[in-house]
């Protein structure tokens, strides 16, 4: 198992108020800190705990399983899961392979614009762990947990009685991507509400991809 680096996390709340010594002109001085800077710190610190006792349960052949599933989640994975789809019978699975596309090309590029906002830095740059795969740019959130759950958000709309076989596939994704890692949890959660968001509304308004019978004999 990768040797990991432990920081030392308080998961204790924080003052709303501290107080700095000035020796240069020997006063007091009250700083203020606002109570969502609490809240942040304290998120961030059951952040990094977490994803501690996740590399704690590492084990080779999880490292393997892990690096294959997190795949599930990458562009090429689902630009040939569309793919497969066009050779199915029924304008609606068309429907569903273009409507997995837009949704991850619109999740990817979602995810681009918010990594570049909050300009948050992934876990290895900091030394709290080693990661098993290779990853660049920002940590939150994570582009492959958002494109995994936009597909299976259309999936789902398609193929509803199958919908909890395309979330655990999903979640798997989530699950690895802390595992190896290249994210926090909070990046995968926020890469969860928007991949399903964005799936959802390209399946239902944008590219419909359950058209009753009657407006698609082959469906």
């Not at 830095?121 to 492959?144: I, K, M, N």
Request: with cysteine; net charge positive; aromatic share 10%.
């Amino acid at each position: 198992m990768a040797e990991l680096y432990h920081a030392p996390i308080r998961l204790s709340t924080f003052r709303a108020s501290r107080s700095l010594t000035s020796r240069n002109v020997g006063r007091k001085l009250s700083v203020q800190l606002p109570e969502s800077t609490n809240r942040m710190e304290f998120i961030r610190s059951v952040d990094v705990q977490i994803l501690l006792w996740f590399q704690s349960l590492r084990r080779p052949y999880l490292n393997e399983g892990f690096a294959v599933v997190t795949e599930l989640g990458s562009s090429m994975f689902l630009f040939g899961l569309g793919v497969l789809l066009l050779f199915l019978q029924g304008n609606n699975w068309k429907r569903a392979a273009a409507a997995i596309w837009i949704a991850a090309f619109i999740s990817l590029h979602a995810v681009a614009l918010l990594k570049t906002f909050f300009a948050i830095p992934r876990p290895h740059l900091l030394h709290l762990v080693t990661p098993l795969v290779t990853s660049s740019g920002f940590a939150l959130p994570s582009g492959h947990t958002a494109m995994a759950f936009s597909a299976a958000s259309v999936m789902r709309e398609r193929v509803p009685s199958w919908g909890p076989v395309w979330f655990i596939l999903a979640a798997l994704v989530t699950v690895s991507r802390i595992y190896l890692g290249v994210h926090y949890p909070s990046d995968c959660l926020v890469g969860m509400l928007l991949g399903a968001i964005i799936g959802q509304w390209v399946a239902r308004k944008l590219i419909p991809v359950r058209v009753p019978e009657a407006l698609d004999s082959n469906a």
